[in-house]
């Protein structure tokens, strides 16, 4: 393989099949002018290499990815499954989503199969098959994608419906069981059989039934794409991922359970683009090797019309950030602007009648400075001791039970993460229920509602008791996996290991409650109010009584405490009875004594290092400026500008969309 | 019947068929710590008392009133129909609302089933002949309520659909008269038999379908209730109600022909809740018994997340007022928060967790005071010469046709009943069409759009006649029962019974229009003008001609009269053209020569007096601050404090939230 | 005929058959009290006309005509399609709108019928034969209406579905075809049959299905009409239209050709008044003889309730704009108010109780004035030199395609207008994508997206040619008709023929680009901004090369060109890149040399003539105040007032909704 073959990777979603073959040609020159060595091709295009029932014809992919092999453009092949051919889902109509009403989605857009449907999986394997016998071993295709943006997308049908009763009974056995799980003897609801079980609808659904119904559609899909790769693995050695935004009311851990690699699409524009930084986190961490950004707007979005247009630089920079962070690709939608249909307003790298644009020049730069890079990028990555808790566990019982007044678990999470990770430029790890916990000795987990599943009660216990320091609440612990609230207490444990009794709680933070810190400081908290007071565990577990942070001055808590420290074996639990804004989150940092760089909030800050044990490690961050506005960063040493090759130390200035690649010296 | 038994009496709604039969002795020990003496059962749980079809089993609910009846608990019966099992709907289909599209309503909330389904009907008879049976002579049951909340839930299964065509038929007699009545030969919709009409569905529907559709099912409500009422009869002497929120589009007075006791719920919260007067003084005036406050909110509301915490003291003022307006129960939903399901988020008197809350200390408060005030509660009412309609008639009109531009009956009759009850501090009855207008001196009849049905018509100028003050418009008059205005003249009989003839109508208050009182002071109005000129009809009917006391100054209407005063029989009529705004209603008291207390507009004033032939009648006031903030009250006499033994006289200030319940001395 | 039926008409929707038959002739008295001379009768009266299938019955409505001819009223006569009676919709199930779900509309308001229904057809033709042979020769008849306000209501029936097909087959004759030009390769949503394609649903729907479905609909409505043309022509002379908003999402140069009169309907209120000139400056221009405004309000709308009055002098104003652009009819909906039924609400000449108010004052004097001025108005028209685009065939495109981001082709396109019309005073027709633009000196085609059908292309080429000045662009010449992209340029022929390359294409207007005038002013623009350079064509088809007008200043297309002139053959053609904003636009009026009137803004000035070669020649201006302020016009030389006799000449004054009728002297 040659050089252009290797990450760090850069190029675009490719439709050739749109256009005439002898377009390829032009195509790919401009890619290799514009600084483009990769093309994600294939994703919808089952049309092409099935036109008719069982009759396949991968001839024009065969010449596509032949014509791009032989000018060193790599290749990311994808399964068309969410474009079944019209013949296909015409013929066998129950391929279609139902609705509740009982009719079925029409054919004229994409994802609207089923995700349980017999016949769609059995058609989804033959030309997946087809395909991995055709292309599995071509060296050029670096890797596989299955499918494209899987999302919850629930269908009705009577498969569905009975599936979904069976993993009702698989999870609680009796229908008895599940009754009492979610508290159905209240208004008569409950069922005398799983047969008896509807999905909910539009109306007043019952929270415990709409996670769970979520939850199994996420389990269909993860289904739906693990035998497409159990497939491709027969037939391929390269990786094999799915384009997702993880925000997508999946199981993303799930979906990348049997899966090899992250893919990644964002489409935020200047308002919110430097927030991606939580996903980046996110994805970063959840499988060893490097994600891949597959999917990001290069000057506008659109469907039916273009949408405003990014500003200069931003794509520039927003396009940095997938290398930063910890990536090894970077693809934008897409190659060259659609003429028709339903996304024809949406930029490209080229516009429709194949002219590049004001916003290809961003790219042809980037082309040239990830070059540069590229073995500053291949030989560091980024590695932390300190991660928060981003929970789909959480997100799906909070989805349908919020239980805080108008508290939005995300939205609530991204902005205790960005006071951590922007404005106290504290490099983390985002982590998701299952993540493994062990090597990280600080975690952040607000607002995690549940500690149940894949055993993260235990393994958090564990872990503190093994030295780490675990901040936790609000809103934390507070219902099981059912979305029941515990009983006896406000909280599964947390009453019992913090050595603490929560008397009151506010759910809700219209009526701002006075709070000062330990040391006499101003506190001020958020979303909801819970108040404690102490209570003597010294001595269980290793443990001492818990310690007042925060407490309330005045009003109906006034003397309880807001937040606790309690020693808990070799570590130590932060108990947080209210969401911190931005000002407290920096005094807990610099409470836990967290070491990070000085920036403006406006720089992002990655940390990146070589393995510890190599000869030739090399060290150092990349900051971009991310919010279009002039910031700056205070270097802690000196540094060599990896893409001027410029010597910096000091506070150095960053105007609007800038990147500085800086190596350690 | 001990003294917790009697009023007034403060409790919750409470379903511990949703816990452990061991809960409810600590929930009871609580009950009691707390000051409450009634709780309200039974409510939804039908699923527990009839488990499978046509297996009844009480016993849980048996040991549960004889524990509460053991500690002095009074309790309120309920019967379950708003919430069958899912056996039960389930095997019959029937019972379930249909919707236009024929899809029948899920099970999986609440209010689901047919209010006509003859089959429903028959399972809501057995399960309360078999309360009835069971409970029915209970001491400790001190009333018993009917299904939950009705409300207008229309449903298009055959068999309503057969019933309103036959509803119709009654009404109608020919379908000739219906086509005739609502102008059917306009765009052709002219029904050749009861048998076409279809009800009304999303679209352009006709305004006198629509309401008579909504009528009908009103009908339907009050039929399905009593049935009920009518066993219950049978069995018990307890009264018999069925708690409401009267502003559900029902006729409330139909509602309560054949129950016996008013039975309320409101949820306002501090941006509204001093609103509730004017619904506590419409229920107050239904019947001679005092009514109940069966639900309202403790701390907060809340469905699948709590909603915004009510200021401190809120729930102590807002429950006083039920008392103070002339009822004799506070009861709060709930008592113990509920752990998991459609409303876990619902605030309550206890946690979840069974825990006492800053909001509990506010009905203990409550709970003592209302014991010291239980004399004077019980031995003083609420008994007034002033009322102002509120029709259910007229409400069910203008739902379908406003009429006038942005017209929204509801929210400007409540625009005049505060000027009047809050600005000018006048105690009234709001009546409703139907109700009895002898004993009042003065009505006030805003907004009355019709006076046909309930003959009250002729009523009133009966009323009139005998010396009634009827001060009468604008919108008042105007159509038939059908939605129908009158062809020959823009009201039924006001034209003639005014003396007046009404030249121009404006149906909006877009153009301001420049008016004069009497007495040459400026004058506003709003909604619409009407413009009108006196037309003499001296030594009719003991008139004399009407005499102007507003008249345009100026623009279209410059010497049209928009409000007029005439004499007739021993009364007079005063009929406004206009919506007075605030001042032109307190320039309208000062002209009756309304005798009122003076207080801020904040300080709400209830007078309560013994029976007039009482030896030991008790006399006094009161007054609640309801909008949190400072307010005053000037006292006519000397009184005591009913609470602190406190004698009071002059002006006295009261903070947000203070109650005094003062007796003249 | 005498005096009265001649034009100026002014008159009213009148539904005789709701009322009395007595009551006919006090409204014709009412309607000579007003200077009424004209009502439009039989419009929704399906059910009086054959109360019973097959039993038509006239008699009522040849005493209603009889009545009207006797005293001199004039009338229209009104088939009652929209409306069909209840026993048909009934019986014959098949004539209602079908949903996409299968259902179909209920019967209970209007215009729910299915449009290609072969039984509703049928019926249709029967009621117009009956009613064309009752009336056809009655001289008092002095035109005919088609049904009612046609508009967009798209039926998924069977019937409806099937001809769909069959209308793209004739289009596309083969589904390759249609495949190929729609871009069904993208997504595998190639058809393969046309037996295949499905309606747009609620869904994301490809958009040249969606044109294409609403194109099908239109036509469908065209046939619809030219049935009932066909049958009206046979039988009477007089002229036949349907009274439709054009804007009505239909074809209307389509839905015209075979009828013979345009019959408008308008209710805009004081805050779009004025731009209704739009809609007259388009419908004159359809046909050779005057138009007829059919219906506009009087003092208010409504439907179940009044909305806001008009302003004072409001309705006297909005009615001489009917005559002063071109017409010869001013109608009100409605004669009298509607007592009940769905537009009980809605504002009439006299109320439902047969009362004029303060609005009947303004239709007298506006009866007086058109009287004084019939002569003139008789005897005088307009017609111009210039011409603007205002394209069906770009608004079907542009509706499911907006291509720029949030561009309403309407909203710009008559901010255009009113840079032109209304802050130049520059008189102009705005004429449709057939229309034949021989005879115009200068035609404005911005946002014309596509100059595909009725031979446009090759018509303004050839206009050119002879020495038109045409002004054209932004978003002009972009996509064929079948909503697609060229993929050689980003235009058809724009490069080509203007001797311009387009660099770049910045689909949105949020980054603002500055630009100047070729003379070196500022410029500035919206919508979208395309940048060229120009390419040399000397000599070619008689061009010179482009010139630039507007270049880009600074930013990504500094130096690039946003607007240039090109000589082409005897015309020349000026290419717009970006929107102007009304200063552009003033500053394009003055290179043109175009000659205008000089007034304020919200003074609409009307030039009109009689024919040149006429000897006794009329020509004058009637000048209207339409936005409720205070305004001016500069007279340019001696006028008589046709309504005062007054002479005026220089600046004159005109106060809110002032109308001058000017006699150039």
Chains 1, 2, 3 share one sequence.
Not at 400 to 414: E, M, Q, R, V
Not at 426 to 433: A, E, G, L
Not at 482 to 501: N, Q, S, V, W
């Amino acid at each position: 393989m040659d050089k252009n073959r290797k990450p760090p990777y850069l190029g675009a979603a490719y439709y050739p099949e749109l256009w005439d073959i002898s377009c390829v040609d032009r195509d790919i020159q401009l890619m290799k002018e514009t600084g483009c060595n990769i093309a994600r091709i294939g994703e919808f295009a089952w049309g092409t290499m099935e036109p008719k029932e069982g009759e396949y014809d991968l001839s024009f992919f065969r010449k596509v990815v032949d014509k791009l092999a032989e000018e060193n453009i790599a290749v990311i092949m994808c399964t068309p499954s969410a474009t079944p051919p019209q013949w296909l889902t015409d013929k066998y109509e129950e391929t279609r989503i139902m609705y509740p009403s009982g009719m079925r989605q029409v054919h004229g857009a994409r994802r609207h199969t089923c995700p349980n449907s017999p016949v769609m999986r059995g058609f989804n394997r033959k030309i997946v098959t087809k395909m991995a016998e055709e292309f599995g071993k071509d060296k050029s295709i670096v890797g596989w994608q299955i499918d494209n943006e899987l999302h919850l997308t629930n269908c009705h049908c009577p498969i569905c419906r009975k599936k979904f009763r069976k993993w009702l009974e698989e999870k609680y056995q009796t229908v008895e069981n599940l009754n009492k799980s979610w508290g159905m003897d209240r208004w008569s609801l409950s069922y005398d059989s799983f047969d008896k079980i509807i999905p909910p609808d539009a109306g007043w659904n019952h929270p415990s039934l709409s996670s769970a119904w979520d939850r199994f559609t996420s389990d269909s899909f993860v289904e739906f794409s693990d035998e497409q790769a159990e497939i491709l693995h027969k037939y391929t050695d390269a990786p094999v991922g799915t384009d997702m935004m993880p925000y997508a009311d999946f199981s993303y851990y799930d979906t990348m359970k049997k899966l090899d690699i992250v893919q990644f699409n964002h489409y935020d524009d200047e308002s919110g683009m430097y927030k991606i930084t939580f996903w980046l986190d996110y994805i970063r961490a959840i499988k060893d090797r490097p994600y891949w950004v597959t999917e990001t707007q290069i000057g506008w979005n659109g469907s039916f019309n273009s949408t405003k247009c990014r500003p200069i630089n931003f794509c520039y920079a927003n396009s940095w950030l997938s290398y930063a962070a910890g990536g090894e690709a970077n693809m934008y939608w897409l190659w060259r602007a659609h003429p028709n249909g339903h996304e024809l307003g949406h930029g490209a790298v080229i516009t429709s009648s194949g002219r590049k644009t004001f916003k290809t020049k961003e790219v042809e730069r980037l082309g040239e400075e990830i070059q540069k890079a590229a073995d500053f990028l291949n030989n560091t990555a980024v590695k932390l001791e300190v991660a928060l808790h981003y929970s789909y566990v959480a997100s799906n019982i909070f989805k349908y039970a919020p239980i805080a007044d108008d508290f939005k678990y995300l939205d609530s999470l991204k902005d205790f993460y960005l006071s951590l990770a922007h404005n106290n430029h504290i490099n983390m790890d985002v982590i998701d229920h299952p993540h493994n916990v062990d090597g990280y000795k600080y975690i952040f987990s607000p607002f995690l509602c549940t500690l149940d599943k894949y055993s993260l009660r235990e393994r958090m216990i564990e872990w503190v008791k093994n030295g780490g320091t675990w901040i936790v609440g609000p809103l934390s612990d507070i219902v099981d996996e059912h979305t029941t609230k515990y009983t006896d207490a406000p909280f599964g444990i947390l009453e019992e290991i913090c050595g603490i009794y929560c008397d009151e709680q506010m759910p809700s933070a219209n009526l701002p409650q006075d709070m000062t810190w330990y040391d006499g400081s101003a506190a001020s908290g958020g979303i909801c109010y819970d108040a404690f007071h102490i209570v003597n565990i010294v001595g269980k577990i290793g443990a001492n009584s818990a310690k007042p942070l925060i407490i309330y001055a005045d009003g109906p808590f006034k003397g309880l405490c807001a937040a606790t420290e309690t020693k808990y074996g070799g570590g130590r639990i932060i108990l947080l009875g209210t969401a911190l804004k931005s000002d407290g989150i920096s005094k807990l940092v610099s409470y836990l004594k967290l070491d990070a760089m000085k920036a403006s909030e406006n720089v992002y800050v990655v940390n990146r290092a070589g393995e510890t044990d190599s000869p030739d490690r090399q060290q150092g961050i990349i900051a971009l400026e991310l919010r279009g506005k002039d910031g700056y960063l205070e270097l802690d040493g000196e540094y060599s500008d990896v893409i001027s090759s410029e010597k910096l130390s000091g506070k150095i200035e960053l105007a609007a969309y800038t990147v500085k690649v800086l190596k350690k010296i």
